[in-house]
């Protein structure tokens, strides 16, 4: 489908604008890139937009977790633009051996071309938080990983194991992941522990 005729008011950069456009359509496609997990209720499989939207609320009303000090309209930011590469990457769930060895490359260049659809000034920024949240190197990526991992351990429990089950994911594997919750939230590290615990009593992990 071609492009709308553009209609610009006057005193507007029409470059600048043109370019902005572009990149909201094409982060469009982020509302048809399927997750592994389902929704909590069961009913279907999560989307990426709806998966970045709901991390952005949590962080909000998860706050008072987060380390003193902690950014967190900063750590919004960084949920709202981790996963617009995985438009072009797709979605790499965090278990499979085999697509993880490539998803630093893929997801590389990705970024590439998606982030530099915006202006050159919005591109530094919007690609310099993507590279901020998978460098986890500040409390505000750490804490808004936190968010991420937690988020489908959830979805998981009120699924009656969910992908844990369907993909005969080990306790220990799932344990992996609790780690990185704490390295940005001691809080939440303690409560996704706490999670895991009842999920192995519920049966939601392979024996194997």
Do not use: C
């Amino acid at each position: 489908m071609t492009e709308p005729a553009p209609v610009y008011a006057s005193g507007v950069d029409h470059e600048r604008l043109t370019a902005q456009l572009r990149f909201i359509l094409e982060v469009d496609k982020l509302k048809r890139i399927l997750r592994r997990n389902l929704l909590v209720d069961g009913s279907r499989r999560e989307n990426d937009a709806e998966h970045s939207w709901h991390l952005a609320l949590t962080a909000r009303v998860f706050a008072e977790y987060a380390p003193q000090g902690t950014d967190i309209e900063h750590v919004v930011e960084l949920l709202l633009v981790h996963d617009i590469v995985e438009i072009d990457a797709g979605d790499t769930f965090v278990y499979d051996t085999r697509m993880s060895a490539s998803q630093a490359e893929r997801e590389r260049v990705a970024a590439d071309r998606i982030f530099a659809l915006l202006p050159k000034d919005q591109a530094t920024y919007a690609r310099g938080l993507w590279e901020e949240f998978e460098a986890r190197l500040t409390p505000e990526a750490r804490f808004a990983k936190a968010i991420d991992r937690l988020a489908p351990m959830l979805a998981n429990w009120h699924t009656d194991g969910g992908t844990w089950v369907q993909y005969g994911v080990t306790k220990d594997q799932v344990l992996e992941k609790v780690r990185i919750i704490a390295e940005g939230s001691e809080a939440l590290g303690s409560y996704a522990t706490a999670l895991i615990e009842d999920a192995d009593r519920r049966g939601y992990f392979s024996r194997k």
